[in-house]
């Protein structure tokens, strides 16, 4: 019996176009400024210091950390400091009507009806919680943050480690076999898959991808929680 969904964002959720086409430009060019006017926010202070950290430089300029972040943009670095950045960066524009989070049409009606059955539902993302948080909170079809019970990020591990998985399972408190894990990338379902969790691939068209071990579906209508 399934009591726990986890689900990935880019590719599950959402579109990896709205994040590679429309998230991460807007970020890259706002990034620079961003730094240069709110370097006297503490968390702002934190990640910039917790980027020069992760990249071993032990004094850099406000420049050569800008240069650091905008570098990580390109190479799609998955590095924590420069996701909880861009978060911050992305809530100006969510707030602000540039553009709203995309969900696939059938997302949000079946993430409701797991609600109305008693499941818990979470998600898992490469993203900072503060930009699922965003996605979700500003998305086309609504705010769906209420539906949410929590959101994980890098910060509890990398999405292809196993002991990423059995820490979440921890922190929701329920057993691996009682939890589902939805996602788009193979590595990251035979990760969860070790840490004894439940598995469903999403597969949206027109993507096309080799048979794996896991569920195959096209859409969330098509996921089993029986």
Known sequence: MIRAIVTDIEGTTSSIDFVKDVLFPYAREKLPAFVVTHTDRPE???WLHEAAREAGLVSASQQEIIDLLVRWVDEDRKATPLKALQGLIWE????SGEFKGHVYPEVAENLQ??????IHLYVYSSGSVAAQKLLFGYSEAGDLTPLFSGYFDTEIGGKREVDSYRRIAAAIGIAPDQILFLSDIVQELD?????GLQTTQLVRPPAEVPASRHDQVGN???ISVG
């Open 92 to 95: 100006d524009g969510y707030a």
């Open 220 to 222: 969330f209508s098509r």
């Open 113 to 118: 009806k797991w609600k109305k059955q008693g």
């Open 191 to 195: 990760a969860a898959a070790a840490a």
């Open 44 to 46: 702002v202070q934190h």
